[in-house]
Nanobody, 121 residues
Framework: QVQLVESGGGSVQAGGSLRLSCTGS????????MEWFRQAPGKEREFSAL???????TYADSVKGRFTISRDNDKNTLYLQMNDLKPEDTAMYYC???????????????WGQGTQVTVSS
């Protein structure tokens, strides 16, 4: 049974930092592109960052320069270091696994349950 379990969300003030983690099980973690998406209330789920199987990252413009994605294949864990957080970063953050990197929600193979990030001004 495939599982993706996120942790590390919380409430911070603008300018603060959080580190999200996502641990995968039930599939070959190292062979999947790992992605982070986020969804704010009333909005569609949107791509934030991904890291391919060669450890190459890609970022959405909205988070570039502030967020860093990384992975530890020995621990089957994906990370998202979020710095200089802004109120507009407030959302539910989801980790996702895809056989091929896509940035598209409909091409994701597995989803986590999400972790809430709230940034106050």
């Amino acid at each position: 049974q495939v599982q993706l379990v996120e942790s590390g969300g919380g409430s911070v003030q603008a300018g603060g930092s959080l580190r999200l983690s996502c641990t995968g099980s039930g599939y070959r973690f190292s062979r999947y592109c790992m992605e982070w998406f986020r969804q704010a209330p009333g909005k569609e789920r949107e791509f934030s960052a991904l890291i391919n199987t060669y450890d190459d990252p890609t970022y959405a413009d909205s988070v570039k320069g502030r967020f860093t994605i990384s992975r530890d294949n020995d621990k089957n864990t994906l990370y998202l270091q979020m710095n200089d957080l802004k109120p507009e970063d407030t959302a539910m953050y989801y980790c996702a696994a895809a056989k091929a990197c896509s940035r598209r929600t409909h091409l994701i193979d597995y989803w986590g349950q999400g972790t809430q990030v709230t940034v106050s001004s």
